[in-house]
């Protein structure tokens, strides 16, 4: 039996990760993990994968997270005893697993900490996923921009969750192949979805996703509904994943009168698609993003979605009007407030319909699953 070819991947712990890892799971390829944190514990969810965590402490010593909070200052210093160097702990993982090639995901967490150790190595493959802001937005930050040009001038391949970032990348000095557009987080379990889906007829909600931080945008949305009262009053509206800066907003509003909101922090991924299944619309904001994994979940669980296009990401899967409507000023709550109007007396038709039964096939697991693996085995075979 010819030797399994091995794969080092390198991220932090995260559910998009965990879903593209899944992926390989009985696979030709033996899969190893390196959690670029070295914070976190073993991942039941990949148990079968063989993973490299928990290696940044020395020495997890007791009252460690009291003299943490406490007494930051003395716990920098011990810190710099106490503490292993992520280069060093990387490149000895390389020399112990001699991996066929390492596959990195997004530029800054996982790409520019192990730049120095994959130099060392020119040998080594290293292929590049890049996730959402990856490079539409740090490529306006000077600093930022000169790791995305060294890290890019190293990687042999590149994966991109959206046309865009692939010129972004060739902008930059990507010289290597490109092996195409994938969801971040891999495909999806469309069968399994079914079970979340009301019917069309039975939905009343309109899902809003709660960032507001650096790139989201929830606050214009929500300004927009509060000038909605009489058209939204039939609805349920759901904020989930709210920020701080929406629940500090929202103590201000008149919508803190309404009977018909909730207000959701971090929830589990499973609750966010039951609400997706009986959600009739979606609402995503943000001034930067790549392909939104939520918006593909809308898609996928035939929610009529309103997102935000930043460098015209968006409208590589979205037809504005057709399947969906595109936000082209993330700010302008004029706007999210005519695309609100037209949604809520949007017939989902048959044009909806078979747009987005194209897409939901190309989204699929295992189709994208298929995809996936033969990458992998054109670049090790």
């Not at 992520?86 to 596959?103: A, G, R, Y």
């Not at 921009?145 to 590149?158: E, T």
């Not at 994966?159 to 490109?178: L, P, S, W």
């Not at 966010?272 to 994994?293: E, H, Q, T």
Request: with cysteine.
């Amino acid at each position: 039996m010819p030797k399994k070819r091995k794969i080092l991947m390198v991220s932090m712990p995260s559910l998009h990760f965990f879903r593209w890892v899944d992926q390989l799971k009985d696979s030709d390829f033996e899969v190893y993990w390196f959690d670029i944190t070295g914070a976190g514990n073993f991942i039941e969810r990949i148990s079968w994968v063989h993973q490299i965590t928990n290696w940044k402490l020395r020495w997890n010593f007791p009252g460690r997270i009291f003299l943490k909070s406490r007494f930051p200052q003395l716990y920098q210093g011990i810190s710099k005893y106490n503490e292993r160097t992520l280069s060093q702990e990387f490149e000895k993982t390389v020399n112990e697993i001699q991996p066929d090639t390492v596959h990195s995901f997004a530029l800054y967490v996982s790409c520019t900490p192990i730049l120095s150790v994959m130099k060392k190595h020119t040998e080594l493959k290293w292929i590049y996923s890049s996730w959402g802001s990856d490079l539409f937005y740090f490529q306006n930050n000077t600093n930022y921009l000169a790791d995305i040009k060294k890290v890019l001038k190293r990687v042999n391949y590149l994966i991109t969750d959206c046309k865009r970032d692939f010129q972004i990348a060739e902008k930059y000095g990507f010289r290597g192949q490109f092996l195409g557009v994938f969801p971040g987080g891999g495909g999806f379990k469309i069968g399994e979805l079914n079970n979340f889906r009301e019917t069309q007829e039975d939905r009343k909600l309109i899902l809003i996703k709660g960032y507001q931080g650096r790139s989201g945008r929830a606050v214009p949305i929500l300004k927009a509904i509060s000038k909605l009262t009489e058209e939204l009053q039939l609805y349920k509206i759901v904020i989930f994943g709210a920020d701080p800066e929406v629940f500090e907003y929202l103590k201000k509003s008149d919508l803190r009168t309404w009977d018909n909101i909730q207000v959701l922090g971090k929830i589990p991924h499973d609750r966010v698609l039951k609400l997706m299944g009986s959600s009739k619309i979606y609402i995503g904001n943000s001034n930067s993003d790549g392909m939104p994994n939520t918006l593909l979940e809308a898609i996928c669980m035939d929610v009529f979605p309103i997102q935000s296009n930043p460098g015209n990401v968006t409208s590589e899967i979205i037809e504005h009007g057709k399947n969906g409507l595109l936000i082209s000023d993330c700010d302008d709550v004029v706007e999210i407030i005519s695309h609100l109007k037209q949604a809520i007396t949007t017939d989902i038709s048959n044009t909806y319909k078979i747009v987005n039964d194209d897409l939901k096939q190309s989204l699929d697991f295992e189709n994208v699953k298929n995809r996936v693996l033969k990458v992998y085995k054109a670049i090790l075979n």
